[in-house]
Antibody, heavy 125, light 109 residues
Framework: QVQLVQSGAEVKKPGASVKVSCKAS????????ISWVRQAPGQGLEWMGW????????NYAQKLQGRVTMTTDTSTSTAYMELRSLRSDDTAVYYC??????????????????WGQGTLVTVSS | SYVLTQPPSVSVAPGKTARITCGGN??????VHWYQQKPGQAPVLVIY???DRPSGIPERFSGSNSGNTATLTISRVEAGDEADYYC????????????FGGGTKLTVL
């Protein structure tokens, strides 16, 4: 079955960087994009950005531009998300999700299925 | 940027019908997707492309979208449906291409 398995929880100090991995299985990795979504404690979902597993193209949320980098390793079907200059408000559960979509003649739409199990990143001094 | 508005909470008795709304400017012109998230778990897609159900999602879950409101309807609500529900669209006109609603906590009384 289609599955995304993420790396384990991390504790980082302010100013440090974190790199979270997301290993895909059960489908052709390069046929889909991967999005990253985070959720601060008790809060809603925040989209961070997207990477094409086919060609490595990326699209980052403006709020995170300059601090986030998304990459893939097609040899291992793994996606990575690195966030730098961590702050306390970056404390959250980070999810990867396979992006599916459909384009008509006039517009496109994309949704996420499935999601990884989540990785808790705690930023604390 | 595009904004999606959901009620913070909806309550419903078992066996009844729950309706969770997602408001946005002319949202009927976009495709809306819905996710269910239970405590401590990752979100799960329950409706995509306004009204399509992924395999494994009960027929009790349905969706509609028109005008300025999209609606997730859960018929014959069960205790196991208690969760947070999020709507989502892809907005090509926004820097934040993916937009989520703020989420609705469904409580089964």
């Amino acid at each position: 079955q289609v599955q995304l398995v993420q790396s384990g929880a991390e504790v980082k100090k302010p100013g440090a960087s974190v790199k979270v991995s997301c290993k895909a299985s059960g489908y052709t990795f390069t046929s889909y994009g991967i999005s990253w979504v985070r959720q601060a404690p008790g809060q809603g979902l925040e989209w961070m950005g997207w990477i094409s597993a086919y060609n490595g193209n990326t699209n980052y949320a403006q709020k995170l531009q300059g601090r986030v980098t998304m990459t893939t390793d097609t040899s291992t079907s793994t996606a990575y998300m690195e966030l730098r200059s961590l702050r306390s408000d970056d404390t959250a559960v980070y999810y990867c999700a396979r992006e599916e979509g459909y384009c008509s003649s006039t517009s496109c739409t994309y949704w996420f299925d499935p999601w990884g199990q989540g990785t808790l990143v705690t930023v604390s001094s | 940027s595009y904004v999606l508005t959901q009620p913070p909470s909806v309550s419903v008795a078992p066996g009844k019908t729950a309706r969770i709304t997602c408001g946005g400017n002319n949202i009927g012109s976009k495709s809306v997707h819905w996710y269910q998230q239970k405590p401590g778990q990752a979100p799960v897609l329950v409706i995509y492309y306004d009204s399509d159900r992924p395999s494994g999602i009960p027929e009790r879950f349905s969706g509609s979208n028109s005008g300025n409101t999209a609606t997730l309807t859960i018929s014959r609500v069960e205790a196991g449906d208690e969760a947070d529900y999020y709507c989502q669209v892809w907005d090509s006109s926004s820097d934040h291409s993916v937009v989520f609603g703020g989420g609705t906590k469904l409580t089964v009384l």
